[in-house]
């Protein structure tokens, strides 16, 4: 079944669109807020996308305010969180341009709101990383010690995204959740210059040190989640750190040269942007040694591998190669179909089905 393209001309801003719409039910977006916008914006035109996005965002802000003037917390919060990423989806396209910089702290002064109105508040996170630090946030699922999962971003999230992700599924399942901007991510790339790097297990030990050091998680129940690129820097960090009990990867990532830069050109400048490559034999270059050739082999954990059969971003023979080579006991290889939909990248096209799915997947086994 053919995805919803909203610009059928256009597939790359039509996908960011269906991002958006299945973020919605998680509390991203409402999808009349998001139609009110995008049928302003020719297809292609990112100078428009920008501009209605971010008067939306401005639009929505406003209303939160309003709202909890009047004391109406849910409902600012609900604005506050739907505000911040209108502004992050104004960005997205804004490469090189400084309204990028500008645009996402509004997404993360939005965001930083509605972490205030939850109960309990979300906490910030700061992971001691190489002098820099990385931020994000800590959500409890409640009182007590109790396990918990480390979700962990691709090459275009930001932490707060992540939230509006199915961040609440790991919560209803008695799992803490922490989610960080790890470098080449969010405010790690936009405000402190930490780019991408191959050897990811080394942000995300960090990130693993900074949960199992807090008293309310049982450390040894911890389960780890890698959307998209995240699907490499799981299995990076599995086969060096046995702390991980289980693992889903949200998108199988093997081999970024070839199963991502060239098999879908459209990311290409993004690429660059969070690998700080200065063209593209630079980005070439840099993308080598990005494959989980021989890696593999060292991951003992339970691993689900989760793919779209059509996945047009990541090739979806990455996530095959990553089942046959995974040398843990306990693997399972769902890819998702036009028949179960779900079958593009990372199931944004059945996001609902293919979060609870997976989430549920993990809590049995951490």
Same mark, same amino acid.
């Given at each position: 079944? $053919?995805?919803?393209? =909203?610009?059928?001309?256009? #597939?790359?801003?039509?996908?960011? =669109?269906?991002?958006?719409?299945?973020?919605?039910?998680?509390?991203?977006?409402?999808?009349?807020?998001?139609?009110?916008?995008?049928?302003?914006?020719?297809?292609?035109?990112?100078?428009?996308?920008?501009?209605?996005? %971010?008067?939306?965002?401005?639009?929505?802000?406003?209303?939160?305010?309003?709202?909890?003037? &009047?004391?109406?917390?849910?409902?600012?919060?609900?604005?506050?969180?739907?505000?911040?990423?209108?502004?992050?989806?104004?960005? /997205?396209?804004?490469?090189?341009?400084? &309204?990028?910089?500008?645009?996402?702290?509004?997404?993360?002064?939005?965001? !930083?709101?509605?972490?205030?109105?939850?109960?309990? $508040? =979300?906490? &910030?996170?700061? *992971?001691?990383?190489?002098?820099?630090?990385?931020?994000? #946030?800590?959500?409890?699922?409640?009182?007590?010690?109790?396990?918990?999962?480390?979700?962990?971003?691709?090459?275009?999230?930001?932490?707060?995204?992540?939230?509006?992700?199915?961040?609440?599924?790991?919560?209803?399942?008695?799992?803490?959740?922490?989610?960080?901007?790890?470098?080449?991510?969010?405010?790690?790339? @936009?405000? @402190?210059?930490?780019?991408?790097?191959?050897?990811?297990?080394?942000?995300?030990?960090?990130?693993?040190?900074?949960?199992?050091?807090? $008293?309310? *998680?049982?450390?040894? &129940?911890?389960?780890?989640?890698?959307?998209?690129?995240?699907?490499? =820097?799981?299995?990076?960090?599995?086969?060096?750190?046995?702390?991980?009990?289980?693992?889903?990867?949200?998108?199988?990532?093997?081999? #970024?040269?070839?199963?991502?830069?060239? %098999? /879908?050109? $459209?990311?290409?400048?993004? /690429?660059?942007?969070?690998?700080?490559?200065?063209?593209?034999?630079?980005?070439?270059?840099?993308?080598?040694?990005?494959?989980?050739?021989?890696?593999?082999? @060292?991951?003992?954990?339970?691993?689900?591998?989760?793919?779209?059969?059509?996945?047009?971003?990541?090739?979806?023979?990455?996530?095959?190669?990553?089942? @046959?080579?995974?040398?843990?006991?306990?693997?399972?290889?769902?890819?998702?179909?036009? !028949?179960?939909?779900?079958?593009?990248?990372?199931?944004?096209?059945?996001?609902?089905?293919?979060?609870? /799915?997976?989430?549920?997947?993990?809590?049995?086994?951490?």
């Amino acid at each position: 079944m $053919p995805v919803f393209q =909203f610009w059928p001309s256009d #597939w790359t801003m039509s996908w960011q =669109f269906i991002r958006l719409v299945s973020e919605a039910h998680y509390g991203g977006g409402d999808f009349h807020e998001l139609h009110s916008a995008a049928r302003n914006i020719p297809a292609g035109d990112t100078e428009a996308w920008h501009r209605e996005f %971010y008067q939306l965002g401005e639009r929505v802000a406003r209303h939160a305010e309003a709202e909890l003037a &009047r004391g109406h917390r849910l409902t600012a919060r609900a604005a506050h969180l739907r505000a911040s990423h209108y502004f992050r989806t104004a960005e /997205f396209f804004q490469l090189g341009d400084p &309204r990028k910089i500008r645009t996402y702290k509004r997404s993360a002064a939005e965001f !930083e709101k509605a972490a205030a109105l939850f109960d309990p $508040p =979300f906490e &910030r996170a700061e *992971v001691p990383y190489e002098g820099a630090g990385l931020p994000g #946030w800590f959500m409890k699922a409640g009182p007590g010690r109790r396990p918990a999962c480390l979700l962990v971003g691709g090459a275009d999230t930001t932490a707060e995204e992540l939230w509006v992700l199915g961040g609440r599924e790991v919560l209803d399942r008695g799992m803490h959740l922490l989610i960080v901007d790890g470098p080449g991510q969010g405010a790690a790339v @936009r405000l @402190r210059n930490l780019y991408m790097r191959p050897d990811y297990e080394v942000p995300v030990i960090a990130m693993l040190d900074w949960l199992c050091a807090r $008293p309310e *998680v049982d450390a040894s &129940r911890i389960g780890l989640v890698g959307r998209s690129a995240g699907g490499y =820097f799981g299995p990076k960090t599995a086969a060096v750190d046995r702390r991980i009990k289980a693992m889903a990867l949200w998108g199988a990532c093997y081999d #970024w040269l070839n199963d991502v830069y060239d %098999y /879908f050109p $459209p990311i290409q400048r993004q /690429f660059h942007y969070i690998l700080g490559a200065k063209d593209d034999a630079d980005c070439r270059a840099k993308l080598a040694p990005y494959t989980l050739d021989g890696v593999l082999a @060292r991951v003992r954990c339970p691993t689900l591998v989760s793919h779209g059969e059509q996945d047009r971003i990541v090739r979806p023979e990455s996530a095959r190669r990553t089942y @046959r080579e995974l040398a843990s006991a306990e693997k399972e290889l769902k890819m998702w179909t036009p !028949e179960t939909l779900g079958e593009n990248h990372c199931q944004n096209d059945n996001t609902l089905n293919a979060v609870r /799915f997976m989430y549920d997947w993990l809590a049995d086994r951490v």
